[in-house]
């Protein structure tokens, strides 16, 4: 891995990996296929961004979006997403799992670590969205300022579902696609938002190095 310095990095990192499906059919093989093949990426952009001293990133699972799709490639993702966060639990990470938890299609074996545990020496904050889903992150907020009477003082990043999650500084998507697809509303107002044509399944760390390049040259004024 080749050894690299950046004048800023950002604090907060998101990521969408996409592109598994038509990965696994550019191959030849079954769509669902394709969601094992995206542990071991997710493994080395870890790597990378310890080394790099990145204080937290976001992992997009799946969204409760996706919960239509064929009950074959739910049962993948699903068993995807629980063997990412058995790896991770295994390194040095504070970790989250945020999604509906009270739905049945959120994996029973991922419910423990709804509460933030840190492994090792907790050098890193992830946050792995499993069963998300924009509008139940909101709900709770909703729900409070509607008991509040809409009250100006009601702060959203606080009230959230996902209100331990910081400000995203930049959010990386593999696959091509130029849309968020719901991820973290709130959190990614400001976002610098980096596409990359390579499927997650392909992913080098180049990729990232060539998002963390781009972002150099990014004017980050968050609108002042």
């Known amino acids: 891995m080749r050894q690299q310095k950046f004048k ?3 604090k907060h990192i998101g990521i969408i990996p996409d ?5 696994a059919v550019s191959k030849g093989m079954q769509k669902q296929d394709g969601y094992q093949r995206g542990l071991d990426p997710g493994l080395m952009l870890y790597e990378i961004c310890t080394e790099l001293g990145i204080p937290e990133i976001t992992f997009y699972g799946f969204t409760q979006d996706n919960t239509k ?4 490639q739910i049962k993948a993702f ?5 063997d990412a966060v058995s790896m991770l ?20 074996d991922l419910v423990r670590y ?3 545990q840190t492994f090792g020496r907790g050098l890193i904050k992830i946050n792995f969205l499993v069963n998300y889903g924009w509008k139940w992150d909101l709900r709770n907020f909703l729900s409070r300022e509607a008991g509040t009477g809409g009250g100006r003082s009601a702060n959203p990043l606080k009230n959230i579902a996902s209100s331990d999650v910081s400000r995203i500084d930049l959010i990386i998507r593999w696959g091509g696609r130029r849309r968020l697809s719901g ?14 044509e390579d499927m997650w399944p ?13 972002y150099q040259t990014q004017d980050v004024t968050l609108g002042g």
């Not at 639990?89 to 029973?108: T, W």
């Not at 392909?202 to 781009?214: G, S």
Request: net charge positive; glycine share 2%; proline share 10%.
């Open 89 to 108: 639990s295994n390194r040095d990470a504070s970790l989250q799992v945020i999604g509906d938890c009270a739905s049945p299609f959120f994996p029973p």
């Open 69 to 72: 799709r064929p009950a074959n």
């Open 202 to 214: 392909d992913f080098k760390p180049d990729h990232f190095y060539e998002a963390l390049d781009w």
């Open 8 to 10: 800023r990095l950002p």
């Open 78 to 82: 699903q068993k995807a997403c629980s």
């Open 19 to 23: 592109g598994n499906r038509r990965w």
């Open 114 to 116: 709804t509460t933030r």
């Open 183 to 196: 991820f973290l509303p709130l959190q990614s107002i400001y976002s610098d938002f980096y596409v990359l």
